[in-house]
């Protein structure tokens, strides 16, 4: 006799293994021991989601959200939102749960630097992010792949925006902007 797989099924499989990828690339991330001990907690909480969606039992044709699950990844961005030092950016289990829902992955907000080399890194960046967010074919092909791409140009993102910010701060730079 052979088992039925439910047609969501790989979806929720997909959802846990990002969830883990991403809680090993929290792990993996260098960063200063404050953020580390953060670093370790938003990884506990992907983690947890991963176990949520591995252990759900779909049924029906709908596909749902488990309160545990999205419990644990609403910590993971809490976290994160709190402690840019971490270097996620907001909403950034979006990625995880884009298998699942029709919620967008995240976009960029314009930094608006008045330095015209950090102007470029932004358009740099936030063009890679676009491309990764919308390569279909690349996040099929190479799952792992692309998402360890998005969360380092988001790494470097979130770590630009801290730059752009003190920049922008200085009293030279102030009046420089539109």
Excluded at 56 to 62: H, S
Aim: hydrophobic share 40%; aromatic share 8%; net charge negative.
């Amino acid at each position: 006799m052979t088992a039925t797989v439910h047609p969501h099924a790989a979806h929720y499989a997909t959802a846990a293994a990002r969830a883990r990828l991403i809680a090993e690339i929290a792990l993996d991330r260098w960063a200063p021991d404050t953020a580390t001990r953060i670093l370790r907690r938003i990884a506990d909480h992907l983690t947890e989601a991963a176990d949520h969606f591995d252990a759900y039992t779909p049924l029906g044709d709908v596909v749902t959200l488990q309160f545990e699950a999205c419990a644990a990844l609403r910590e993971a961005d809490h976290l994160a939102e709190q402690f840019p030092h971490t270097r996620f950016p907001q909403d950034f289990t979006s990625y995880v749960l884009a298998p699942l829902s029709e919620r967008p992955l995240p976009d960029t907000a314009p930094l608006r630097p008045g330095s015209p080399q950090m102007a470029r890194t932004e358009s740099t960046l936030a063009h890679t992010i676009y491309v990764l967010n919308t390569d279909t074919a690349h996040q099929a092909e190479r799952p792992e792949a692309w998402l360890r791409e998005a969360m380092e140009a988001w790494r470097k993102w979130v770590q630009l925006s801290e730059l752009v910010r003190v920049d922008n701060a200085r009293p030279r730079n102030r009046h420089a902007r539109p």
